[in-house]
């Protein structure tokens, strides 16, 4: 197992931006697949975004054209760049990361809260 830590959320205003991070233990995270997912109160776990290891994306179509995942394998860390964050980007945001299909941890999450 990887252990996974999220830092970023916050409150930020409709239209705002924030920038998740999440730093990963060992030596083979350039070997993961790296998700976003986020879960709002009363709903399913959803696929926000996706980069595998050799740096393919993919997005939910909620979200296309506003959040950018990258990852940074020197400092096993994962990003997840969102602006233009609308109040439905509300949730407990969670990393994750997958080795040949398999998942091999999750992080703990981090809130956020798009409100004015």
């Known amino acids: 197992q990887v252990q996974l830590v999220e830092s970023g959320g916050g409150l930020v205003q409709p239209g705002g931006s924030l920038r998740l991070s999440c730093a990963a233990s060992?030596?083979?995270?350039?070997?993961?697949?790296m998700g976003w997912y986020r879960q709002a109160p009363g709903k399913q776990r959803e696929l926000v975004a996706q980069i595998t290891s050799g740096g393919s994306t993919n997005y939910a179509d909620s979200v296309k054209g506003r959040f950018t995942i990258s990852r940074d394998n020197a400092k096993n860390t994962v990003y997840l760049q969102m602006n233009s964050l609308k109040p439905e980007d509300t949730a407990v945001y969670y990393c994750n990361a997958q080795e040949k299909w398999v998942s091999r941890g999750w992080g703990q999450g981090t809130q956020v809260t798009v409100s004015s």
């Open positions: 060992g030596s083979r995270f350039r070997l993961y697949a």
